[in-house]
């Protein structure tokens, strides 16, 4: 038969409430817990990770893993020194600070010096994340926050060096199907992405490096042009979802991603709203925006003229909108808030793609809508059972 | 199927003690009758110490003098014998209330004076009231607020809905479910003395679907008397009142508000039993249907308890194992946890819930995964609800409409974080109310 112990007081806070062991515990209702916790979600959602960082270390080699490995153990030990130095209870068993770190790898290019997944890490989890409170009170979703930080830091290392492997003298035989330029050799191994070549082309298109393509003198000619250059340095769908391409470790596979984001959507760990919505968003709207063509004198907008399946396969997009978009800490707690970020993100992303001065704009897109997170969360609670509006 | 937003689907367990019938249990050798067993002025005992009482017999009444003991219910002993004490004592609702303690002589013998049997068509609605009044029933799904206070709405208000509450969504729960099963036309004729009190013509059951037998026994006890029995979804928590009352009227009620400002009135299973009990057998309130489960104990079992039989009692004709973490007065989503075995049952025990494994468990900072907001059946936001308490900003937790909460444990269930919500709002509530106090206080001052 148990001992008794005496009730806590009907006011006293959570924090009083406790129990000898081999007592009856006093504790407020309810008495039961679902299984769902924190660690269960962090760890779920970096499994659901791992078929992608597989494909990447095949196809980038080994230093993507190594590259992986840098990034979780500078975030493991980061968060961890800081909690130490605050004093306050270590978590990094729950997973948060691993899956930061492996998000941190995912957004980087596999051959980038030890030093910048270090910084990235370290910025993520140390600033971003810890500095703000932890787990659970960081502003910024921290591994976007990392590659945006070194982008700002060592642009030419992160973007216009992202591409295939050369480490360890290790090449795929897939990347012998690699779209090949002018100059095949050059661009197997440092070649821009796919999103970086297309954008590219069409600057020095309307810079006035032609090339062989006619300069247009009307509406429908330019159509013409920007669909040859498109034809011109398109990938193949196929090779941009299925991975066979240039960009950072974790970006590459859309169907891997996807793939994993089912997994998690199952699981109810993600809503199908912010996925759907983020990269439905991206497809209309980068088929629809207008694409600028120079002409002799003349500029032409070209209404209707991109390529949704190309630019929602490319990129970070798949990344973005299944793991980083829908990041619970960062996004809106409803699912009417989650349907204004998604819109909100695909629109950012379109805009920077395609206006802006970044080939790829998922990133920043994220970014910016983690800004607006407080904010579409005081105009998205829901309504109260029974609470007439107020006049 | 009916049902309402929000709500949890945890296992309900009820698989434990589902198929035991109810069982009388032997009255014990004390019993511990509470003052305060509901809702309202609380009684003031009616004997002394030393006295002779006889089962049925009052042994509390609301105190004469309170202007408001039209809101409370007479207590009876449930045993014949001595009083043997009159002194506070734990009770499931708190540490230490004023009791009435009775030592059984095993007589068993009832009270002079008690209605005796009638047939109900002969009394008027008054008549009825009358007898329920007496009988002191009370609300026995848990809340304990006096019956006839219940249907003697305010004559502005009119009620045209009856619902017989028969989800018992709360996991583990088996007695209203037995008595479903075993006395159908009973709890019909119940509900319809109810209904003549308030002369409503719309009489509904509401079962939750994971009782398609007791609905099945209902609906033919119901046959021909003007009963709709629904079945409902299977979701926590479908037997909350205004849950309960929308999934079968599309009725809101008002934030606030209570189901009489729709034209309804809800009641229990077991308070349907009750009023049946009185009306017809003139037998005021003294036992209670109770469910024991739980792994904490070998034989989970469904009791026809006396009232004031001390848990101990109960636990111990279902075999306490040992090693038991926690005990609970009621379900394990609402119920409370109990410090002493010693407290006894009470006209709103519903069951009494052991379990081994409980553990105190380290909560973190809110992740916004948004599931408590998913899951909370009245639209309310615990999650702005947990960090304003848990900041102690008594601003921001005076906009976050924590009077609406009703604590049904949703949010708190399916919080990955483990935070402790209900725990927060309880506390929330009494600091508001506290600081309301004072804030009067000055504007008189």
């Given at each position: 038969?148990p001992?008794?112990?005496?009730?806590?007081a009907?006011d006293?806070?959570?924090?009083a409430a406790?129990?000898?062991?081999?007592r009856?515990?006093?504790?407020?209702s309810?008495?039961l817990?679902s299984?769902e916790s924190i660690?269960?979600?962090?760890?779920?959602?970096?499994?659901?990770?791992l078929?992608?960082?597989a494909?990447?270390?095949?196809?980038?080699g080994?230093q993507a893993?190594?590259l992986?490995?840098i990034?979780v153990?500078?975030?493991?030990?980061?968060?961890?020194a800081?909690q130490r130095?605050?004093?306050?209870?270590?978590t990094?068993a729950?997973?948060?600070?691993?899956?930061?770190g492996l998000?941190v790898?995912?957004?980087?290019?596999?051959?980038?010096?030890?030093?910048v997944?270090?910084?990235?890490?370290?910025f993520a989890l140390?600033i971003?994340?810890q500095?703000?409170?932890?787990?659970?009170?960081n502003?910024w979703n921290?591994?976007?926050?990392?590659?945006?930080?070194v982008l700002?830091a060592w642009?030419?290392?992160v973007?216009?060096g992202?591409?295939?492997?050369?480490a360890?003298?290790?090449r795929h035989?897939?990347l012998?199907?690699?779209?090949a330029g002018?100059d095949?050799?050059v661009?197997?191994?440092?070649?821009p992405?796919?999103?970086?070549r297309?954008?590219?082309?069409?600057r020095?298109?309307?810079a006035?490096?032609?090339?062989?393509?006619?300069v247009?003198?009307?509406?429908?000619?330019a159509r013409?042009?920007?669909?040859q250059?498109?034809?011109e340095e398109g990938t193949?769908?196929d090779?941009?979802?299925?991975?066979?391409?240039g960009?950072?470790?974790?970006?590459v596979?859309a169907?891997l991603l996807f793939?994993g984001?089912?997994?998690l959507?199952?699981?109810?760990y993600?809503?199908?709203?912010m996925?759907?919505?983020?990269?439905?968003?991206?497809?209309?709207l980068?088929?629809?925006?207008?694409?600028?063509?120079q002409?002799e004198?003349?500029?032409y907008?070209v209404?209707f003229?991109?390529?949704?399946l190309?630019?929602?396969f490319?990129?970070?997009l798949?990344l973005?909108?299944f793991?980083m978009?829908?990041?619970m800490?960062?996004?809106?707690v409803?699912?009417?808030g989650?349907?204004m970020f998604?819109v909100?993100?695909?629109?950012?992303?379109?805009?920077?793609?395609r206006?802006?001065?970044?080939?790829?704009g998922?990133?920043?897109?994220i970014?910016?809508?983690?800004?607006?997170?407080?904010i579409?969360?005081r105009?998205?609670?829901?309504?109260?059972?029974?609470k007439?509006?107020?006049? | 199927?009916?049902?309402?937003?929000?709500g949890i689907?945890p296992?309900?367990?009820?698989?434990?003690?589902?198929d035991?019938?109810?069982?009388p249990?032997?009255?014990p050798?004390?019993?511990?009758?509470?003052?305060s067993?509901?809702?309202?002025v609380?009684?003031?005992?009616t004997v002394?110490k030393?006295?002779?009482?006889r089962k049925g017999?009052?042994?509390?009444?609301?105190?004469?003098?309170n202007?408001?003991r039209?809101?409370?219910?007479?207590v009876h002993?449930?045993v014949?014998?001595k009083v043997a004490?009159?002194?506070p004592?734990?009770?499931?609702?708190s540490?230490?209330a004023?009791?009435?303690?009775?030592?059984?002589d095993?007589?068993d013998?009832w009270a002079?004076g008690l209605?005796?049997?009638?047939?109900p068509?002969s009394l008027d609605?008054?008549?009825i009231k009358t007898?329920i009044q007496?009988?002191?029933?009370?609300?026995?799904g848990?809340?304990?607020?006096p019956?006839?206070?219940k249907i003697s709405?305010?004559p502005?208000?009119?009620?045209d809905?009856?619902i017989l509450?028969?989800?018992?969504?709360?996991?583990?729960?088996?007695c209203?479910?037995r008595?479903?099963?075993?006395?159908?036309?009973?709890?019909?004729?119940?509900l319809?003395?109810?209904a003549?009190?308030?002369d409503?013509?719309?009489?509904?059951i509401g079962?939750?679907a994971?009782?398609p037998?007791?609905?099945e026994?209902?609906?033919?006890?119901?046959d021909?008397?003007g009963?709709r029995v629904?079945?409902?979804?299977?979701?926590?928590?479908?037997?909350?009142?205004?849950?309960?009352?929308?999934?079968l009227?599309?009725?809101?009620?008002?934030t606030?508000g209570?189901?009489?400002?729709?034209?309804v009135?809800?009641?229990?299973?077991?308070?349907?039993?009750?009023?049946?009990?009185a009306?017809?057998?003139?037998?005021?309130l003294?036992?209670?249907?109770?469910t024991?489960s739980?792994?904490?104990v070998?034989?989970?079992?469904?009791?026809?308890?006396?009232?004031?039989?001390p848990f101990?009692?109960?636990?111990?004709?279902?075999?306490?194992?040992s090693?038991?973490?926690?005990?609970?007065?009621?379900?394990p989503?609402?119920?409370i946890?109990?410090?002493?075995?010693?407290?006894p049952?009470i006209?709103?025990?519903s069951?009494?819930?052991?379990?081994?494994?409980?553990e105190?468990?380290?909560?973190?900072a809110?992740?916004s995964?948004?599931?408590?907001?998913?899951?909370?059946?009245?639209?309310?936001?615990p999650?702005?609800?947990?960090?304003a308490?848990?900041?102690?900003?008594?601003?921001?937790m005076?906009a976050?409409?924590?009077l609406?909460c009703?604590?049904?444990?949703c949010?708190?269930?399916?919080c990955?974080?483990?935070?402790?919500?209900?725990?927060?709002?309880?506390w929330?509530?009494a600091e508001?109310?506290?600081?309301?106090?004072?804030?009067?206080?000055?504007?008189?001052g």
């Open positions: 038969m001992d008794e112990q005496t009730n806590t009907s006293a806070t959570p924090e406790q129990a000898a062991p081999g009856l515990l006093v504790t407020s309810p008495h817990r299984p660690p269960r979600i962090m760890w779920t959602v970096t499994a659901a990770l078929p992608a960082l494909w990447a270390v095949y196809v980038f080994p893993l190594v992986t490995a990034c153990a500078s975030a493991v030990a980061t968060e961890a800081i130095f605050r004093g306050k209870p270590i990094v729950d997973g948060s600070a691993v899956l930061s998000l790898a995912f957004v980087l290019p596999a051959h980038a010096p030890w030093y997944p270090m910084t990235a890490s370290i140390g971003v994340k500095l703000f409170g932890g787990l659970g009170c502003v921290p591994a976007l926050m990392g590659r945006a930080f700002a642009a030419p290392l973007v216009s992202s591409n295939w492997p050369t360890f003298g290790w035989p897939a012998a199907a690699a779209p002018p095949a050799q661009d197997a191994v440092t070649g992405t796919p999103l970086n297309l954008k590219e082309r069409l020095e298109f309307n006035g490096n032609r090339r062989n393509v006619a247009p003198t009307n509406a429908n000619e013409e042009a920007l669909r250059i498109q034809a193949p769908l090779d941009l979802y299925f991975g066979r391409t960009g950072c470790i974790g970006e596979n169907a793939l984001g089912i997994v959507v199952a699981l109810n993600i809503k199908w709203q996925p759907v919505l983020y990269i439905g968003t991206v497809m209309l980068s088929w629809a925006l207008p694409i600028a063509v002409g004198g003349t500029r907008l209404w003229a991109g390529q949704p190309a630019e929602i490319a990129g970070g798949f973005g909108a793991y978009a829908t990041d800490v960062t996004s809106p409803t699912t009417r989650q349907v998604a909100g993100c695909g629109l950012l992303t379109v805009l920077i793609r206006y802006g001065g970044y080939p790829e998922v990133c920043y897109a970014l910016l809508m983690n800004t607006a997170t407080p579409i969360n105009y998205t609670r829901q309504s109260v059972f029974g007439r509006p107020k006049k | 199927m009916r049902t309402f937003s929000g689907h296992h309900d367990c009820k698989e434990l003690a589902k035991k019938p109810l069982q249990l032997p009255p050798p004390q019993v511990v009758l509470p003052m067993q509901h809702l309202g609380p009684c003031v005992p002394k030393g006295d002779a009482v017999q009052v042994i509390g009444q609301p105190d004469p003098t202007p408001r039209f809101v409370s219910a007479p002993a449930s014949s014998g004490a009159i002194e004592r734990p009770t499931p609702l540490t230490s004023p009791c009435v303690v009775i030592e059984n095993g007589q013998a002079d209605p005796a049997e009638t047939d068509s609605a008054a008549g007898r007496e009988a002191g029933i009370v609300g026995m848990g809340a304990a607020f019956t006839h206070v709405p305010p502005e208000k009119r009620i809905t009856l509450n028969a989800a018992e969504c709360e996991p583990y729960l088996t209203d479910y008595l479903m099963l075993e006395r159908p036309a009973d709890l019909v004729e119940g319809l003395l109810l003549r009190t308030m409503v013509k719309d009489v509904w079962v939750e994971n009782k037998d007791a609905a026994l209902l609906r033919r006890a119901a021909g008397k009963v629904e079945v409902c979804k299977v979701k926590y928590p479908q037997g909350a009142e205004k849950q309960l009352i929308y999934a009227t599309r009725r809101k009620v008002p606030g209570l189901p009489l400002d729709v034209g009135v809800v009641q229990n299973v077991a308070t349907a039993y009750a009023v049946r009990e009306v017809r057998f003139g037998k005021p003294i036992e209670r249907a109770v024991v739980g792994d904490g070998e034989r989970p079992a469904n009791y026809l308890a006396r009232l004031g039989t101990r009692t109960l636990l111990e004709a279902s075999g306490l194992r090693g038991v973490r926690k005990i609970i007065s009621g379900g989503m609402m119920g946890a109990q410090s002493s075995l010693d407290v049952v006209k709103g025990t069951g009494i819930l052991v379990l081994q494994q409980a105190a468990a380290d909560w973190r809110c992740i995964c948004g599931r408590c907001v998913e899951a909370c059946p009245m639209g309310l936001m999650n702005e609800i947990s960090i308490c848990e900041a102690r900003n008594h601003d921001l005076g976050v409409d924590i609406d009703f604590e049904c444990g949010c708190t269930y399916v990955p974080a483990k935070r402790p919500i209900v725990h927060w709002v309880k929330g509530k508001l109310a506290k600081r309301r106090a004072q804030q009067q206080k000055q504007k008189v």
